[in-house]
């Protein structure tokens, strides 16, 4: 338990500082302090301080929105974010849906960009939904999202035509190439076939 002594303006942020008894300072914003009708005087119980100082008196709502304009974030990864700040499963809940509904939070636009950035880094499609499950994109979006991708013959055509850079490979190289592409999460017989279109020089013309 402490009591509010004092309440002023916080010198940054547009917030207000609560100065409490127990020698302590809470920074909130003005809204959060409004909706709790803070004065001077009042007793805050331990757990509306933890609470309070856990996420500095900010909505759920606005921090996720905050975060979101920094740059996309999946559902998931957005809940973590505010668990990690202290919100409660009801507040991030309640959050989420708001976020959604204004269009701020959309999983099937998030797993759309890491399509487009997958395709211009030749990525292939077992690496890209291994990325998006990562993130926390549900197999259905992510599947769906994945049809996007280029065929799996122009990423290979591009990968091995920037890796060999024109020359005919020997047995040792071709192994080596072989390895490189099947790390990358590329099909054996998928592979082969791009190899072997390196080798006749079809569909390599510059």
Do not use: C, W
Request: hydrophobic share 40%.
């Amino acid at each position: 338990m402490a009591e509010i002594l004092n309440i002023k303006p916080a010198k940054r942020g547009g917030r207000i500082l609560l100065s409490l008894s127990d020698g302590t300072y809470l920074r909130l914003t003005k809204e959060i302090a409004a909706e709790l009708g803070l004065k001077t005087g009042q007793t805050l119980d331990e757990k509306t301080i933890d609470t309070l100082r856990a996420h500095g008196g900010v909505r759920a709502d606005e921090a996720g929105a905050a975060i979101l304009g920094r740059r996309m974030y999946s559902e998931s990864e957005l809940r973590g974010r505010l668990a990690d700040r202290g919100y409660t499963d009801e507040e991030i809940g309640e959050a989420v849906e708001k976020l959604k509904e204004y269009g701020f939070l959309d999983d099937a636009a998030y797993a759309a960009a890491l399509v487009e950035r997958a395709a211009a880094k030749n990525q292939s499609k077992k690496a890209l939904l291994f990325e998006l499950n990562r993130r926390g994109i549900d197999r259905e979006t992510a599947m769906d999202a994945a049809e996007a991708l280029p065929g799996a013959s122009d990423a290979l055509d591009e990968l091995i035509r920037a890796r060999l850079k024109g020359a005919i490979p020997d047995r040792a190289l071709t192994e080596k190439t072989y390895r490189y592409l099947a790390g990358k999460g590329f099909a054996p017989g998928e592979i082969r076939a791009a190899l072997r279109r390196y080798t006749r020089g079809e569909d390599f013309d510059e």
